[in-house]
């Protein structure tokens, strides 16, 4: 069974500051997709950056970017110039086949 | 568009009642599923639907039954309700189940007292 790890129960950040969120993976598969979702105290989940396995170059969504390390089962999430507004859980999440798996999460609060 | 409509939004029950949690989606999406999340945890999955005449089994499955009405319409019922299923309940959907990223609805919150 697949499973994803967030080492980082909380962290903090200063606005307008660079932070990164950390998530590492275990499966034996070869072709997946990881994604990052964000979960703000509305609880709505919303989807922050995908990547896809297969691609060697990392996603980047604006102010949202990834490290993907496929060798070594890595999928972290940098946001650059944070944001108030980025205050929120962050999940990482690895998908087979339909088969979502999510992280425990991050619980990040950029602080002004 | 909606997007992905989940209710009730708020339910509590006795232990031993049963209810059905209804899910839709105006996305034409062929996928949907079913999560819970638990405090402390990611959301896990329940059932999932691939399209449509099709469900199957997710990470924890024990004590749920899936319907998948048609096209737009996922529902989740719980035929006897226990304590360990308190939880913040979410549908999903996506295009397909392979490839594409899943949009999901507002969450029901569950108590079972």
């Known amino acids: 069974a697949q499973t994803v790890t967030q080492s980082q129960p909380e962290m903090s950040v200063q606005e307008a500051e660079t932070v990164t969120l950390s998530c590492t993976y275990d499966?034996?598969?070869?072709?997946?997709?990881l994604f990052w979702y964000k979960q703000p105290p509305s609880r709505q989940m919303i989807l922050v950056i995908r990547q896809e396995a297969y691609k060697q170059q990392n996603a980047t969504e604006n102010r949202f970017s990834v490290n993907f390390q496929k060798a070594a089962k890595s999928f972290s999430l940098k946001i650059s110039d944070s944001q108030l507004g980025d205050t929120a859980m962050y999940f990482c999440a690895f998908m087979k086949r339909g088969d979502m798996r999510f992280g425990a999460g991050t619980r990040l609060t950029v602080k002004p | 568009n909606a997007g992905v409509t989940q209710t009730p939004k708020f339910q509590v029950l006795k232990t031993g009642q049963s209810m059905t949690l209804q899910c839709a989606q105006d996305?034409?999406?062929?996928?949907m599923y079913w999560y819970r999340q638990d405090p402390g945890m990611g959301l896990r999955l329940i059932y999932y639907s691939a399209s449509e005449g099709t469900t199957d089994k997710g990470e924890v499955p024990n004590g749920y039954n899936v319907s998948r009405l048609n096209k737009r319409e996922f529902s989740l019922r719980l035929e006897s309700a226990a304590p360990s299923q308190t939880s913040v309940y979410f549908c999903?959907?996506?295009?397909?189940?392979?490839?594409?990223?899943?949009?999901f609805g507002p969450g029901t919150r569950l108590t079972v007292t």
């Open positions: 999903a959907s996506s295009v397909r189940d392979r490839v594409d990223e899943q949009y």
């Open positions: 996305m034409n999406h062929n996928s």
């Open positions: 499966t034996s598969e070869s072709n997946y997709y």
